[in-house]
């Protein structure tokens, strides 16, 4: 009975007359078949753009894949780090505050060239003139040079140096030159401390 309503659905069709201006006069068969061919191709068109477009992103996404892994592993091992980067950050602040507490405050400078005078006065020297010269400003401190010309023997010029650079404050010597004079030696000499520029 079921064949018999399909043969019927196709009565009167010749596949020789279709013809696409007379679609609304073919049987209701051919009519079906003709839907589904059509709705097919439109489904499988709208597939395989939809497919194409979406392996088209899974192939991008994949090739990003190892990049983002390694971008992973890197930020895992940062924050595995992390507490012993602290760690250190902190043991940098510390020593740089040490090293800012051995560096003259401006109201200490003067108290340091007394230092220095005393020094020079304890060694046995004759103290011609210690003077500070221009500051000069660097990058994260102020440069401070004193000029020192000094006279006496190549011993006490020693236990000078020696003091100096045993001041608790940081000071360089530099640029010295001794010469003879008279029965003794004369001695200029550069000294440079160092103070905090705290304007930054």
């Known amino acids: 009975m079921a064949m018999d309503a399909i043969k019927n659905s196709f009565k009167g069709f010749d596949p020789n007359d279709l013809d696409l201006s007379s679609s609304g006069n073919w049987p209701v068969g051919v009519k079906v078949v003709a839907y589904l061919l059509v709705f097919s191709?439109?489904?499988?068109?709208?597939?395989?753009?939809?497919?194409?477009?979406?392996?088209?992103?899974?192939?991008?996404?994949?090739?990003?894949?190892?990049?983002?892994?390694?971008?992973?592993?890197?930020k895992s091992i940062q924050v595995a780090s992390l507490d012993q980067l602290r760690i250190q950050m902190k043991d940098v602040e510390e020593r740089f505050t040490e090293l800012l507490k051995q560096l003259p405050t401006e109201k200490e400078v003067p108290g340091l060239l007394e230092d220095i005078t005393e020094i020079g006065r304890s060694s046995g020297l004759d103290i011609e003139s210690i003077s500070l010269a221009g500051e000069k400003k660097n990058k994260i401190f102020i440069e401070l040079p004193i000029n020192i010309k000094v006279s006496g023997t190549y011993h006490q010029m020693g236990q000078f140096v020696s003091g100096v650079a045993a001041i608790p404050r940081i000071v360089t010597?530099?640029?010295?030159?001794?010469?003879?004079?008279?029965?003794?030696?004369?001695?200029?000499?550069?000294?440079?401390?160092?103070?905090?520029?705290?304007?930054?």
């Open 41 to 74: 191709l439109v489904v499988g068109c709208g597939v395989y753009f939809y497919i194409t477009d979406k392996e088209k992103i899974l192939n991008r996404e994949v090739s990003q894949e190892a990049g983002l892994k390694q971008q992973v592993s890197n």
């Open 173 to 200: 010597l530099h640029d010295y030159n001794i010469a003879p004079s008279g029965p003794q030696l004369s001695m200029t000499i550069s000294a440079k401390t160092y103070r905090y520029d705290d304007t930054k």
